[in-house]
């Protein structure tokens, strides 16, 4: 009985759970000299060659950013998020999907990173 009004109360939980809170809790942070002014996070597939080149541009760089690779997470997890980025940023959703304080770039387009965060 106990672990079933646990597992009660853990539901009401996730469900309340704002999504910006669960990004939050599920981003790896990446430590930068530059960069932390743009607030940088990332949505990324863990084998995705766009992807990693994407996290090498930002490293080359010495920028601090935050990603999420979301096939690593759960799949309820998964739709909250790609449910919110479809809904914030009216765009089709593709990796990388990068986003910061100026802006944000869906896919690989280095010319657009340079832009976003000069």
Wanted: hydrophobic residues 30%.
């Amino acid at each position: 009985m106990r672990n079933s009004n646990f597992q009660t109360k853990r539901k009401i939980i996730y469900k309340t759970m704002s999504v910006e809170n669960l990004i939050e809790g599920l981003a790896q942070d990446v430590d930068g000299e530059k960069g932390v002014e743009h607030d940088i996070l990332i949505f990324t597939l863990s084998t995705c060659m766009w992807c990693k080149k994407c996290k090498r541009f930002l490293d080359d760089r010495k920028m601090a950013y935050r990603y999420v690779d979301v096939d690593k997470i759960d799949f309820r997890d998964k739709n909250k998020i790609l449910d919110y980025l479809r809904s914030n940023y009216q765009e089709r959703i593709s990796y990388p999907f990068l986003i910061c304080k100026n802006g944000h770039v869906v896919g690989y387009n280095p010319n657009k990173y340079e832009e976003l965060l000069e």
